[in-house]
């Protein structure tokens, strides 16, 4: 079981930057699938990024690919999202994850056991 801590979150204004940074701790932070997920309100929780354990690849979802960046950094334990020219559609409550998923499921949420508590992010003029 490994715990996370998202934070970095806040308000930024459209064509803003902003990242994200999730901690984990207890758990063999190598060997995980490291995700970020958001949820609008009234929406689903969707996938955003994805961090392979092992660091064998990363996936994006594709209203993001180009503005945003995962990365992460094993000695530390922290993954995190950098995120460029935001809109508002961006405004979400997002969400770190750890799991180990197969390639095929690496986009779904159900795929990851370990949640952290979420991190406001709002784009607004």
């Known amino acids: 079981q490994v715990q996370l801590v998202e934070s970095g979150g806040g308000l930024v204004q459209p064509g803003g930057s902003l990242t994200l940074s999730c901690a984990a701790s207890?758990?063999?932070?190598?060997?995980?699938?490291m995700a970020w997920f958001r949820q609008a309100p009234g929406k689903e929780r969707e996938f955003v990024a994805v961090?392979?354990?092992?660091?064998?690849?990363?996936y994006y979802a594709d209203s993001v690919k180009g503005r945003f960046t995962i990365s992460r950094d094993n000695a530390e334990k922290k993954v995190s999202l950098q995120m460029n020219s935001l809109t508002p559609e961006d405004t979400a409550v997002y969400y770190c994850?750890?799991?180990?998923?197969?390639?095929?499921?690496?986009?779904?949420?159900?795929?990851?056991?370990?949640w952290g508590r979420g991190t406001q992010v709002t784009v607004s003029a």
């Open positions: 961090n392979r354990r092992y660091g064998s690849a990363t």
């Open positions: 994850a750890a799991g180990t998923a197969i390639t095929s499921t690496v986009r779904r949420s159900d795929a990851y056991a370990n």
């Open positions: 207890g758990g063999p932070f190598r060997s995980y699938d």
